[in-house]
T-cell receptor
Framework: AQKITQTQPGMFVQEKEAVTLDCTYD???????LFWYKQPSSGEMIFLIY??????QNATEGRYSLNFQKARKSANLVISASQLGDSAMYFC?????????????FGKGTKLTVNP | GAGVSQSPSNKVTEKGKDVELRCDPI?????LYWYRQSLGQGLEFLIY????????KSGLPSDRFSAERTGGSVSTLTIQRTQQEDSAVYLC?????????????FGQGTRLTVV
């Protein structure tokens, strides 16, 4: 079963507008961590934001915020005031503990294109 | 260097040959991960090392794939008898410690092409 599901292969947004990238996850572990990474066309992986399963508030980092709905097992990334440089692949990832392993599992990603 | 270093950056090999990919994690980082990313796809987990614990090999796709981490630092991913479907970018990442909130820092990857 897929642990991380990103249902939007591609998204388009106008510059300066906000966009939401969807992520749902599957786990039976009460303790887990959720991450979002950005991968520009250059290929590097850039950490954006983190949300812990026990965090009471939604995480925010500058223009990035995470809409965490624990009961729905969703952790959507919201990018406000989109910029042309936000065009990239965005990956949602989850870390959970299984048998001592804390591996990080990624979704298939969403390609965001910001139009001028 | 300050970041995760991978070598070579590009590797072209003939089908059936063995290849070794190297990863130098950030100094002091106890956790190390290998991922495979095929063209336009997500990151496929391969293997996870944490300190001196037994590695999590659950993502290795076949027994042609193996990895080791010497002295808790440098790691080598070995692919034996390479196949064309092994062509991908292999990404290495490291984390400074255990913990749910610990981000992984990625290298630039090794682009493997099997011809």
């Amino acid at each position: 079963a897929q642990k991380i599901t990103q249902t939007q292969p591609g998204m388009f947004v106008q510059e300066k507008e906000a966009v939401t990238l969807d992520c749902t996850y599957d786990t039976s572990d009460p303790s887990y961590g959720l991450f979002w990474y950005k991968q520009p066309s250059s290929g590097e992986m850039i950490f954006l934001i983190y949300q812990g399963s026990y965090d009471q508030q939604n995480a925010t980092e500058g223009r990035y915020s995470l809409n965490f709905q624990k009961a729905r097992k969703s952790a959507n990334l919201v990018i406000s005031a989109s910029q042309l440089g936000d065009s990239a692949m965005y990956f949602c990832a989850m870390r959970e503990t299984q048998g001592g392993s804390e591996k990080l599992v990624f979704g298939k990603g969403t390609k965001l294109t910001v139009n001028p | 260097g300050a970041g995760v270093s991978q070598s070579p950056s590009n590797k072209v090999t003939e089908k059936g040959k063995d290849v070794e990919l190297r990863c130098d994690p950030i100094s002091g980082h106890t956790a190390l991960y290998w991922y495979r990313q095929s063209l336009g796809q997500g990151l496929e987990f391969l293997i996870y090392f944490q300190g001196n614990s037994a590695p999590d090999k659950s993502g290795l796709p076949s027994d042609r794939f193996s990895a080791e981490r010497t002295g808790g630092s440098v790691s080598t991913l070995t692919i034996q008898r390479t196949q064309q479907e092994d062509s991908a970018v292999y990404l290495c990442a490291s984390s400074p410690r255990r913990g749910m909130n610990t981000e992984a820092f990625f290298g630039q990857g090794t682009r493997l092409t099997v011809v």
